[in-house]
């Protein structure tokens, strides 16, 4: 991929969503508002879903997105995200090119959403060679026990592989 590939996606219609406006569609997505609001999709990593997740995000992580495109629908608006905003950016243009219109990237992923107004939000680095912090490896394994529970994703269920 180039730069001058990305071109499209920052050209007229800005592609990423900042942290606050986030916040709104969040406070919007309720489960009376049904399907009418954005799909958020979370390109990252099972380890980093089980940590943390936007309640009702779908989970396709990005090595997998190219072979699950029909879990998701072009025609409804996407919101994708991830750890920093790099591996969203590469999802919304692997969207882009497969016929995706309404796509925005959070801006700083997680990451950023925690830093700017979400303190309670848990954080967590990427060790050398990204392997998962050993702390989040325990804290997954408790929570799978049921022994800890999950202060976001109380609730969420990723839809199976299609038939």
């Not at 990423?16 to 709104?24: F, V």
């Not at 882009?96 to 801006?107: M, T, W």
Request: proline share 10%; with cysteine.
């Amino acid at each position: 991929m180039q730069a001058s590939d990305l071109e499209g996606l920052f050209g007229v219609a800005d592609i990423n969503l900042p942290c606050d406006r986030m916040r709104d569609v969040l406070a919007r997505k309720t489960p009376e508002a049904g399907e009418d609001g954005p799909v958020l999709l979370d390109v990252r990593e099972e380890w980093e879903h089980r940590y943390v997740r936007f309640p009702g995000s779908i989970h396709i992580p990005l090595s997998r997105l190219p072979e699950n495109l029909d879990r998701l629908t072009p025609l409804r608006s996407v919101i994708v995200y991830c750890h920093t905003g790099i591996r969203s950016l590469l999802a919304c243009y692997l969207l882009s090119r497969n016929g995706f219109q309404d796509i925005k990237n959070l801006a700083g992923g997680l990451d950023a959403y925690a830093r700017t107004g979400a303190p309670r939000l848990p954080r967590y680095r990427l060790e050398p060679g990204r392997r998962p912090p050993a702390f989040i490896l325990d804290l997954n394994a408790r929570r799978a026990a049921g022994s800890v529970p999950h202060p976001w994703g109380e609730g969420v269920t990723e839809p199976g592989p299609p038939e």
